[in-house]
C-alpha cells in the first residue's frame, strides 16, 4: 500500500481548517513527455519548494514534482509551530555530537527561524505568523529540568529570549489544571502552515522553477544523468533532491531504512467567542512535554486548533475526532460540549534519533527528511542547505549529515509494530506520571 494514496483522494486536500480558510492556488499542470532539467525535485512540501525557490533564484534549471498538490503533505497539515533549536536539547547534543557541531546546531536552528520570517517577509506571504511557544511541563519533575534549560541557553548560547513560567503562571496562561509550570519561548512563533507553503510555492513559480502537480515519481534511475519517471513523464536531470519526508515510499530504500512515517492528528473546534481566553489568554502556541506530545493554540477565527495522538500503520482511524478529543479533555475538561468542525491527520516521518536525515544516497542525489515534528523551520532550512550544496557550498549539509541516523530495528516489515510497543510504553508512563 502507497501512503501517497492510503488516506486522501488524489490531488485533494484533507478537509482541514487550513485548506478551508487559505487563499486557494490555481493549480500547476502535471508533467507530461519528457523534459531536460539541471536539478529535479521530488516532493512539493516544505523542503522541495525551499530547494526549488532557492536554486531557481540562483539561475539553475529546476522542475519540481508533487504527487498530488504542493503543500499536500506533513507541510500543509500541521501545527504550525516554529520551533527553536533542534528536535533534541543541546545538552543531549553536546553529548552526542561534541560541543562545536553542537552550537553550530543551535546556529543553523536560528538561521531557519530567520529563514522563515525572511521569507514571510520577502514574498509577502499572508501566513499569520505570530511569536510565542510555550513549553508546558506535564509533571513537577520536569519543570526543574525545563527551566534549568532555559537558564543553559541564557548563559551558553545567549539566547536570552525564554520567560520561566510557575506553576500558578502557567495556569494563568493556559486554562487548564494539568501543566505545572514551563516557559515561553518568544524567538519561536506559529503561523498558518499551508499558506506558508502556497507563498513558497508562489515564490518559486515567479523565480523560474516549473512546478508540476499530479506528478506522482515512481521510479529513479541512478547514474551520471538520473532518469526521474512519472505516470506520464519523465525527467532526465543532473541532479536529483529527495524531498519526501513520509511519502518517500520505495523511491531510495537505504533512506527509507532510516525515516519512518508516523500519522498525526489534529481537530479545530467551532468558535470559542470570549470562551477563547479561559482557554489560552494570550496569543501563543503550547506544546507540552509528553512523550507523545499534545500541542494546540487559538486560530485567528477563535477556534482551539488540537493535535495529539499518533498511529503507526497505514490508515488513519475512521474517527479522527474521538482519537484526538481524548487528550484534548485531559488538558481542557471544560470544552467537552464544544463541537469540533474540523479533523484531519497527517503523515510525518521520523528518526531512531529524532533528528533530521540529510544524506546523499549517490554522487548526484541529495535527501533531507526524518524531521521528527520539527519541520516548519529546519524542513525550510534544508532546502535551503541542499542548494547550497549544489552550488558548491557543502558545510551546512555536511553538518546535518553528521547527525547520527541507525535503520530502525526489524526492518520494514517489523519496525512499525516494534514502535507501537515502545510508544505504548511512554504513553503508559505519561499516564503514571513516570
Not at 499542470?29 to 521530488?42: K, M, Q
Amino acid at each position: 500500500m502507497n501512503l501517497l494514496f492510503a488516506n486522501d483522494r488524489r490531488g485533494e486536500y484533507p478537509q482541514s481548517w487550513y485548506a478551508a480558510t487559505a487563499k486557494p492556488l490555481a493549480p500547476f499542470s502535471a508533467l507530461e513527455g519528457e523534459t531536460r532539467a539541471d536539478i529535479c525535485i521530488v516532493g512539493g512540501g516544505y523542503t522541495g519548494l525551499s530547494a526549488a525557490l532557492h536554486l531557481a533564484q540562483a539561475g539553475a534549471d529546476v522542475v519540481l514534482l508533487e504527487a498530488h498538490r504542493v503543500g499536500f503533505g506533513a507541510s500543509g497539515r500541521n501545527g504550525g509551530q516554529v520551533g527553536s533549536g533542534q528536535r533534541l536539547e543541546q545538552d543531549v547534543l553536546e553529548r552526542m555530537m561534541g560541543d562545536s557541531d553542537a552550537a553550530a546546531l543551535w546556529h543553523l536552528a536560528e538561521d531557519a527561524k530567520k529563514l522563515v520570517a525572511d521569507l514571510i517577509k520577502a514574498h509577502e506571504i499572508p501566513c499569520d505568523y505570530r511569536p510565542g511557544v510555550v513549553h508546558a511541563d506535564w509533571r513537577a519533575g520536569d519543570v526543574r529540568h525545563s527551566h534549568a534549560y532555559a537558564e543553559k541557553l541564557r548563559q551558553e548560547y545567549e539566547y536570552d529570549l525564554i520567560e520561566t513560567l510557575t506553576r500558578d503562571e502557567i495556569r494563568n496562561l493556559v486554562g487548564s489544571d494539568a501543566y505545572q509550570g514551563g516557559y515561553i519561548d518568544w524567538g519561536a512563533g506559529h503561523l498558518h502552515p499551508l499558506e506558508f507553503a502556497f507563498g513558497m510555492a508562489r515564490a518559486a513559480r515567479d523565480s523560474g522553477a516549473r512546478v508540476h502537480e499530479l506528478s506522482h515519481v515512481h521510479h529513479i534511475r541512478a547514474g551520471d544523468r538520473p532518469l526521474v519517471q512519472t505516470d506520464r513523464g519523465r525527467v532526465t536531470c543532473d541532479h536529483v533532491i529527495l524531498a519526501a519526508n513520509g511519502y518517500l515510499g520505495g523511491l531510495d530504500r537505504s533512506v527509507a531504512s532510516r525515516v519512518m512515517p508516523i500519522n498525526n492528528f489534529i481537530i479545530a473546534t467551532e468558535p470559542l467567542g470570549e470562551r477563547a481566553a479561559s482557554v489560552l489568554s494570550r496569543d501563543v502556541a503550547v506544546a507540552d512535554s509528553k512523550f507523545v506530545i499534545n500541542y494546540f493554540r487559538l486560530t485567528a477565527d477563535k477556534r482551539l486548533l488540537f493535535g495529539g495522538g499518533e498511529s503507526y500503520g497505514y490508515r488513519f482511524p475512521a474517527d479522527i475526532d474521538a482519537k484526538v478529543r481524548k487528550p484534548m479533555l485531559e488538558v481542557f475538561p471544560q470544552l467537552a460540549e464544544v463541537k469540533t468542525d474540523y479533523a484531519w491527520g497527517g503523515t510525518l516521518a521520523i528518526t531512531m534519533k529524532r533528528l533530521p536525515h540529510l544524506a546523499r544516497p549517490a554522487p548526484n542525489i541529495l535527501s533531507a527528511s526524518g524531521y521528527s515534528g520539527h519541520g516548519v523551520a529546519l524542513a525550510t532550512m534544508a532546502g535551503r542547505i541542499m542548494a547550497e550544496a549544489l552550488g558548491g557550498d557543502a558545510r551546512r549539509f555536511d553538518l546535518m549529515s553528521r547527525l547520527p541516523a541507525p535503520p530502525f530495528p526489524g526492518g520494514t516489515g517489523l519496525r512499525a509494530p516494534l514502535l507501537a510497543l515502545a510508544m505504548g510504553w511512554f504513553a503508559l508512563r505519561d499516564r503514571l506520571g513516570l
